[in-house]
């Protein structure tokens, strides 16, 4: 078993096992996010509902109103003919034929690929290679798309996909440690917003077990979620 160091014991000191509210909860994270780098936040809900039934299946994309404080290459698939100058400036990589050739080699220097609906069947074959890696474009994820420049502005601002793993567990991104407290407290209540109001229809009784928060070296700090309003 890992020793732990002073720094990671104090911080695990600081936290006293009961609910927070939320603003107590990201204030005691900001305070215990003392590695010497800027550390991620995150959140970590673990919800009633059994995946492997169609009717309690959680999936969805949300727009964090602060970003996440982390820049992602967006690659945008979509016919040639169709591909313009501000399409260019918007996305980090575009292309047609050749994009998906490029991918067919294994090479991705992209961390989000948006599709117009008619490059799919040819974007089928590259399954083997993009979904192990979760880059597989698809309708939940708001990757496939009409409008390609109202979703690439989208996920510039900070669009998420968010899915419930086997468990029933949500694991988000919520920002940065450096953020003001105000940018990250309305970041979680847009989370938990996002997730109450996606409810799956084959929830019965309780659906929230459980919501923490957590800066990447820092503890696990558990939040009241009586106190959550939509």
Same mark, same amino acid.
Not at 3 to 11: A, E, S, V
Not at 117 to 120: A, I, K, L, T, V
């Given at each position: 078993m890992r020793? !732990?160091? =002073?720094?990671?014991?104090?911080?695990i000191q600081k936290v006293e096992k009961r609910l927070y509210q939320q603003e107590e909860a990201i204030r005691l994270l900001k305070e215990t996010a003392n590695a010497n780098f800027v550390e991620s936040v995150e959140a970590h809900i673990s919800l009633s509902i059994d995946p492997k039934y169609s009717d309690q299946q959680l999936r969805s994309t949300l727009i !964090?109103? =602060?970003g996440t404080g982390k820049k992602k290459r967006i690659a945008v698939l979509m016919p040639l003919e169709?591909?313009?100058p501000e399409y260019k400036q918007l996305a980090d990589i575009i292309g047609s034929d050749d994009l998906i050739e490029t991918i067919t080699k294994g090479q991705i220097n992209f961390d989000i690929l948006i599709a117009t609906?008619?490059?799919?069947p040819k974007l089928a074959k590259l399954g083997r290679i993009l979904g192990p890696k979760g880059l597989m474009p698809s309708p939940k994820a708001g990757t496939v798309t009409t409008d390609v420049k109202l979703t690439l502005e989208e996920f510039k601002k900070g669009k998420v996909e968010y899915r419930a793993d086997k468990t029933g567990i949500v694991h988000l991104l919520l920002g940065k440690s450096d953020f003001p407290e105000e940018?990250?407290?309305e970041n979680l209540e847009t989370v938990y917003n996002s997730i109450e109001n996606n409810k799956p229809p084959g929830v019965k009784g309780r659906y929230f077990k459980t919501?923490?928060?957590c800066s990447t070296?820092?503890?696990a700090i558990e939040?009241?979620?009586s106190a959550f309003k939509l």
């Open positions: 020793k !732990l160091n =002073k720094r990671t014991k104090d911080n !964090l109103p =602060k169709s591909i313009t609906p008619d490059m799919m940018d990250l407290l919501f923490y928060i070296m820092g503890p939040i009241d979620i």
